[in-house]
Structures are given as structure tokens and as C-alpha cells.
Nanobody, 121 residues
């Protein structure tokens, strides 16, 4: 049906930058919103950033001013530009999208497989 494929994770030094991307594919009628969550070892999954189809965004307080979320509607792709990375940003990052499969149906949440981001010297 719907697949979310993430890329761009890896190892980076503190203060460095990474860009994550996530592409949605399948029988998609409309993408309502796309976003990124993360889960560090021993912690709950938390929202990092989210962007709706109209453009409004929201960010976790811990990443405001450092991370930027953007979206290419034509490619059904969302990006997360991460700057000034800190050790506390180390986590598995998951792409999430709320997608309508048909006109008139409610949107459903879909998840990517996750990509590891490790901030370490």
C-alpha cells in the first residue's frame, strides 16, 4: 500500500550537520502531514518536527533554531535539516506521515523503518 523510505542517517561529530529525507510511495490520494519522531535508548518516542500540507510546522523545543523541516509535495518527500547537532540528539529517527488513500476517507498514520543518527566524537 504505502511505503515510507528514509535515508541520510549516520555518525556525525558534535556541532555537525545531517540531512534526513523520507519519501512516501504507493496508492496515495493526499498527504495531510509529514514529520519526524525519534527514540533514544530507554526513552519514549518523541516528536521532533512536523509539517502539514499547507506549510505550517511545529518543532520540539529541544530542536528549535537548530533543525528545519521542509517538504517537496511533488515528490511526496520530507526533509529534516539538522544543524549544531548535540550528543542528546542521538536516536533512531522515524518518518511519519498521515495519508488519505481515497477521497472522503480519514487519514491514517504510516511509519518508516527508522534511521540511526549518532552524534559522537
Amino acid at each position: 500500500q504505502v511505503q515510507l523510505v528514509e535515508s541520510g542517517g549516520g555518525l556525525v561529530q558534535p556541532g555537525g550537520s545531517l540531512t534526513l529525507s523520507c519519501a512516501a510511495s504507493g496508492r496515495i490520494f493526499n498527504i495531510i502531514a509529514m514529520g519526524w519522531y525519534r527514540q533514544a535508548p530507554g526513552k519514549q518516542r518523541e516528536l521532533v518536527a512536523r509539517i502539514t500540507s499547507g506549510g505550517p510546522t511545529n518543532y520540539a523545543d529541544s530542536v528549535k533554531g537548530r533543525f528545519t523541516i521542509s517538504r517537496d509535495n511533488a515528490k511526496n518527500t520530507v526533509y529534516l535539516q539538522m544543524n549544531s547537532l548535540e550528543r542528546a540528539d542521538t536516536a533512531v529517527y522515524y518518518c511519519n506521515s498521515t495519508i488519505q488513500l481515497q477521497w472522503g476517507r480519514r487519514g491514517a498514520d504510516y511509519w518508516g523503518q527508522g534511521t540511526q543518527v549518532t552524534v559522537s566524537s
